[in-house]
């Protein structure tokens, strides 16, 4: 039978999580954590992502009592994921963003100061798919100058600014360079703001706490129910 995550050792967790986390779990994980990236792409076609993850899951070992998901709910990306032999543990979010900047109070603050705001970090612009990523590599080579500008900036129209989260994990200037490049590129406004880790301490470290985190017993799917409490964030 299962356990919960706080009566498991480190080296009976496993961690599944988005790529676009991998410095900021590396940064703070027990080195005998077992962990998982999967790509960020699959973001952007969330119906893939419970099969990914199901994946994963199916195919850690039995010796893993309890499972970690570095995701938050990511429209529905992970509801109906379960583990046959293991607990699951997850942040109690909507997106990913309040991990990053270290929990739910912090992004609703963020989000009613400066709505339309497009956030970066390291990770993901080494990692992950920007739009700035997508309009170069993508669209550029795909449709031209004028219609790839076209259609970057359609998907951009809502958006007001770029801001880098600094919360010191992974290639800043990396980052920094490239979210400086987006905002200019587009016209945007560029800032940058202060980041935690201290959410995604807590996700591999513990405490578990209901408030921050769902925790579902092994054989039992995801279910958004417990999601479905939380002020909602409506993103451009």
């Known amino acids: 039978m299962s356990r919960e995550p706080r009566a498991v050792s480190p080296g009976r967790r496993h961690l599944i999580a988005c790529e676009v986390f991998k410095d900021e779990f590396e940064a703070t994980s027990p080195t005998e954590l077992g962990r998982t990236y999967l790509p960020q792409g699959l973001h952007r076609t969330p119906?893939?992502?419970?099969?990914?993850?199901?994946?994963?899951?199916?195919?850690?070992?039995?010796?893993v009592e309890a499972v970690l998901l570095g995701y938050g709910l990511c429209?529905?990306?992970?509801?109906?994921?379960?583990?046959?032999?293991?607990?699951?543990?997850?942040?109690?979010?909507?997106?990913?963003?309040?991990?990053?900047?270290?929990?739910?109070?912090?992004?609703?603050?963020?989000?009613a100061a400066c709505p339309g705001t497009y956030y970066i970090t390291s990770g993901w612009a080494k990692y992950g798919n920007t739009s700035l990523s997508a309009y170069k590599n993508e669209y550029l080579p795909k449709y031209?100058?004028?219609?790839?500008?076209?259609?970057?900036?359609?998907?951009?129209?809502?958006?007001?600014?770029?801001?880098?989260?600094?919360?010191?994990?992974?290639?800043?200037?990396?980052?920094?360079?490239?979210?400086?490049?987006?905002?200019?590129?587009?016209?945007?406004?560029?800032?940058?703001?202060?980041g935690s880790l201290d959410y995604v301490r807590r996700?591999?470290?513990?405490?578990?706490?209901?408030?921050?985190?769902?925790?579902?017993?092994?054989?039992?799917?995801i279910s958004p129910t417990p999601f479905m409490t939380l002020h909602a964030i409506s993103l451009p």
Request: aromatic share 8%; with cysteine.
């Open 203 to 221: 996700l591999v470290n513990g405490p578990w706490d209901d408030d921050d985190f769902v925790s579902v017993p092994a054989g039992n799917p």
């Open 75 to 111: 429209s529905n990306g992970v509801v109906g994921v379960a583990s046959r032999t293991a607990s699951l543990t997850i942040p109690k979010v909507h997106d990913c963003i309040a991990l990053l900047l270290g929990s739910r109070e912090r992004y609703e603050e963020e989000a």
């Open 144 to 194: 031209g100058e004028e219609d790839a500008r076209y259609i970057a900036q359609e998907c951009l129209k809502h958006y007001k600014r770029v801001a880098l989260i600094d919360h010191g994990a992974g290639d800043v200037e990396f980052g920094r360079a490239h979210a400086r490049e987006f905002a200019e590129t587009f016209g945007l406004a560029y800032a940058e703001i202060p």
């Open 47 to 63: 119906g893939k992502m419970p099969a990914a993850i199901q994946e994963v899951l199916d195919g850690i070992g039995a010796e």
